[in-house]
């Protein structure tokens, strides 16, 4: 079955630096990836699409990358901050309109 | 616009107990997604609607579990009767079409079977 994988231990880093989560894809090639940040208590938020034409896609501080060899997505946060904590979830879509969700990756940047 | 509004937000009920969660979708959005969430199994898509029509319940974890959309601003989804394993927070979504880029989520309804 398809399937959307994300790391499950938490990634801590100082603010200021660049945080970067991995999103890896097996079973099939989404057409497009989603990345969401979900807070605590609350519903995930839509941050970026990138899509399998794509190699690399920029929102302000985030950058999301997509490599269809590897079949990997990276999301990039730049001069990370603490209100940048958060859990990171990667989605992918093809096809049918069910998006495939990872478990999500939580980020804590220290001050 | 006030985003996908959920009730109850939490919801604390025995074994065997009927379960109705609440959602109201974005006005003008005609897809709307039910998705069950664990640390277990993250983010599950339960079933979905398109212009008030189920589409796709294939996520439906078993009979005990129905879902509704009787016009474009109201869905339930129930759970009769309740069990310890269906504890998770459940979340509504919309989105203007099933293939829209976005969906945009509501704050998610946790719900604890005892």
């Known amino acids: 079955s398809q399937k959307i994988e994300q790391n499950s231990e938490a990634l801590n880093i100082q603010e200021g630096k660049t945080a970067t989560l991995t999103c890896n894809y097996t079973n099939y090639s989404p057409a497009y990836l989603q990345w969401y940040r979900q807070d605590p208590g609350r519903g995930p938020v839509f941050l970026l699409l990138?899509?399998?034409?794509?190699k690399e896609k920029r929102k302000e501080r985030l950058k999301v990358t997509f490599d269809t060899t590897l079949k990997q997505s990276l999301f990039h946060i730049t001069a990370s901050q603490p209100a940048d904590s958060a859990t990171y979830l990667c989605a992918g879509r093809r096809g049918s309109y069910i998006p495939t969700f990872g478990r999500g990756t939580s980020l804590i940047v220290h001050p | 616009d006030a985003g996908v509004i959920q009730s109850p937000r939490h919801e604390v009920t025995e074994m065997g107990q009927e379960v109705t969660l609440r959602c109201k979708p974005i006005?003008?959005?005609?897809?709307l997604f039910w998705y069950r969430q664990t640390m277990m199994r993250g983010l599950e898509l339960l079933i979905y609607f398109n212009n008030n029509v189920p589409i796709d319940d294939s996520g439906m974890p078993e009979d005990r579990f129905s879902a509704k959309m009787p016009n474009a601003s109201f869905s339930t989804l129930k759970i009769q009767p309740s069990e310890p394993r269906d504890s998770a927070v459940y979340f509504c979504?919309?989105?203007?079409?099933?293939?829209?880029?976005?969906?945009?989520f509501g704050p998610g309804t946790r719900l604890l079977v005892l």
């Open positions: 006005s003008g959005h005609n897809s």
């Open positions: 979504a919309s989105s203007p079409t099933p293939d829209a880029e976005t969906q945009y």
């Open positions: 990138i899509r399998e034409n794509e």
